[in-house]
């Protein structure tokens, strides 16, 4: 299925969830992630399940002044 990572596309096997489209991308904490523009907390990745042209956002802190 294709599916947009932080506005990039990407293909994940039908079935994918939200924990395989982090591990795809290697990201590490820490990071907030939202589909379709709905937070998600981390322990529901490996249970949220994704769909064809889902929206992914993978979102790291910014920090400075």
Do not use: C
Not at 13 to 19: I, S
Request: aromatic share 4%; no cysteine; charged share 10%.
């Amino acid at each position: 299925m294709n599916v947009l990572i932080n506005n990039l596309p990407h293909t994940l096997p039908t079935g994918a969830t939200l924990a395989d489209a982090v591990a795809l991308l290697q990201a590490r904490p820490p990071f907030a992630a939202a589909v379709n523009k709905s937070f998600v907390p981390r322990a529901q990745y490996p249970q949220t399940a994704l769909t064809e042209a889902d929206r992914i956002e993978i979102i790291h802190p910014v920090t400075g002044g």
